[in-house]
């Protein structure tokens, strides 16, 4: 065990050293930050979907809360970028307090639920009567701040993080409260594990990551409109990702988003309709024959074997 | 002898419909009782409501002399409390994780040791211990949800219908298992059963009957009482 977490982290940092180092030979920055931030968010979704079973639709709601939480911090509190991205985290927490009460939904009920309050978040901030705050329709201009490069390693420090914190919950007794949660909470419970708690605890972990990479996607671009943030692809995006790659694993994510956003700017922008053809094709061969995702192939050996776990590869 | 759990006046049911009327029974420590009771009799509304999976609808529920009755299942169940039912395992991890979750509260080191310990006890799991809970027999997935259940050497296990779909042979392995538990860690038991084969391990008995406990006492005073026959065949 201790190994494998050794080789996981390892391969996590030789992925994030690789980002460091590729501006150096690709000038596209902007592409290479979308990648990174969809490599986070996408085990954002991964934290709570792979592990809990909540399929969050909406979750471009804490994407864009980050983004405004981050901006208003910047613009009407005046804190240092540091201070504005925390605020922008804890604004975004908030957040997933006050929607907590969506965590009594599951399924269907849960993803078209946390879809619709996405969208109540964005009317809110895109009010004209909220103007004075948020910046209504017009949007958010904190070009003063403009700094590509230093948001950029950012977003990978952020990257790093998440990472070892997906390699720890997926070791830690936590991680396995919570994938046995998944089947079965009442049979969970009755080892002594607090359900309820332990789903919270994900559920603003998960906020949080949305709401993080939302403020550093702003400070990033520095100029956005209301729907730039509360983009409903954003989020849907970072769920086909994880889902492509291998939901509840650790490289997953990372793997769906490399192959699927490798494609969407290889052919996405120049030929948009070979780009469509080639997602949809990709898509019905992933859900007729690799329903866990890319990584699973890796797992079919074991399976032949019985030695099973096929359900929730480990890497 | 002390009472390890103490049930008063437990009225409870489902969305309205009571199930258990005014239910009082006590269990001491160590002590291993059976609450017999036919179909519909109302034992796993009792076990459930005791441990609070479902909410009362009067009465309380005391633990080591501690009123719990509002507790959450998981608070009883670090308290020392142990259920075993269908609940009992988790078919998409492993037999190795099922356990692990059993011990979900403990510490580490201390959690390897009972881990291990209850491998020497149930051989066949160790064996498997890679292996999917989902691709283990009917019985050996309730030997498993036994071991998760008895994982953390609790005071009082609460058991619903532990010989459910088992041959003899693994009725005969539930119940050396219990004595053996009993004898080594003073657990007390509370099982509720149909199975009178489990009277041979009985220290008390009650006997619950349309939600109601017809019978107190001893297996010798039940052969004296026409308790069983009014439970099971309505014969007055």
């Given amino acids: ?315 | 002898m002390s009472e390890i759990l103490s049930i008063q006046s437990l009225s409870s049911g489902y969305e309205g419909m009571q199930v258990l009327n005014r239910v009082s029974l006590s269990v001491d420590q160590g002590v291993t009782a059976v609450l017999l009771g036919a179909n519909g009799a109302g034992k796993t509304t009792l076990l459930k409501s005791t441990l609070g999976i479902i909410s009362p609808m009067s009465g309380e529920v005391f633990i080591d002399g501690n009123n719990v009755t509002k507790d959450k299942p998981e608070a009883k169940i670090r308290k020392g409390i142990a259920y075993f039912s269908e609940f009992g395992v988790l078919p998409n991890l492993s037999i190795h994780e099922n356990l692990k979750l059993g011990g979900f509260f403990l510490h580490h080191s201390d959690l390897k040791d009972k881990v291990a310990y209850m491998y020497e006890k149930f051989p066949d799991l160790k064996e498997k211990r890679k292996e999917l809970a989902g691709s283990l027999s009917g019985g050996q997935r309730k030997m498993l949800g036994m071991a998760r259940a008895l994982i953390s050497q609790p005071k009082l296990v609460l058991m619903d219908e532990p010989s459910a779909g088992l041959s003899p042979l693994f009725v005969n392995q539930v119940i050396s298992l219990v004595k053996e538990f009993k004898k080594e860690f003073g657990s007390a038991f509370l099982i509720a059963e149909q199975n009178v084969k489990f009277l041979d391990i009985a220290d008390h008995v009650f006997v619950l009957d349309g939600g109601e406990i017809t019978f107190t006492g001893t297996v010798a005073e039940l052969q004296e009482s026409d308790a069983i026959s009014k439970a099971y065949f309505g014969v007055h």
Avoid at chain 1, 7 to 31: G, M, Q
Avoid at chain 1, 155 to 178: D, E, H, N, Q, T
């Fill in chain 1, 1 to 315: 065990m201790r190994k494998q977490t050794t080789i996981d982290l390892s391969i996590s940092l030789v992925l994030v050293l690789a980002f460091v180092a590729l501006p150096h030979f690709y000038s596209n920055l902007t592409i290479l930050f979308m990648m990174a931030m969809y490599m986070v968010l996408s085990q954002g979704v991964n934290l709570l979907y792979g592990l809990t079973g909540y399929m969050p639709f909406g979750y471009v709601g804490f994407f864009g809360a980050g983004a405004y939480g981050f901006s208003i911090a910047l613009q009407h509190l005046h804190f240092p970028i540091v201070l504005a991205l925390i605020f922008g985290v804890l604004f975004t927490s908030l957040v997933g307090v006050i929607l907590s009460p969506l965590l009594r939904l599951s399924g269907a009920y849960f993803a078209i639920g946390n879809l619709a309050t996405s969208q109540v978040i964005y009317g809110i901030v895109a009010n004209s009567h909220l103007q004075g705050i948020t910046g209504g329709g017009d949007g958010v201009d904190i070009s003063q701040y403009f700094n590509q490069t230093a948001s950029y390693y950012v977003m990978l420090a952020v990257l790093l993080v998440v990472m070892v914190g997906i390699i720890w919950v997926k070791r830690s007794s936590f991680g396995l409260s919570l994938q046995a949660m998944r089947d079965d909470s009442v049979s969970v419970a009755m080892s002594g594990v607090n359900v309820v708690r332990n789903r919270m605890l994900v559920w603003l972990a998960s906020a949080a990551i949305a709401g993080l990479c939302g403020a550093i996607y702003a400070w990033f671009i520095s100029f956005f409109y209301p729907s730039s943030v509360f983009d409903v692809s954003i989020g849907i995006f970072a769920i086909v990702f994880m889902l492509f790659g291998g939901q509840g694993t650790i490289f997953g994510p990372v793997i769906g988003t490399i192959i699927l956003y490798g494609i969407y700017n290889v052919i996405g922008v120049s030929t948009p309709q070979y780009f469509q053809l080639a997602y949809g094709v990709l898509i019905v061969i992933l859900v007729m024959f690799l329903p866990n995702g890319v990584l699973s192939l890796f797992k079919r050996g074991r399976r032949a074997h019985g030695r099973v776990l096929e359900s929730r590869p480990n890497f």
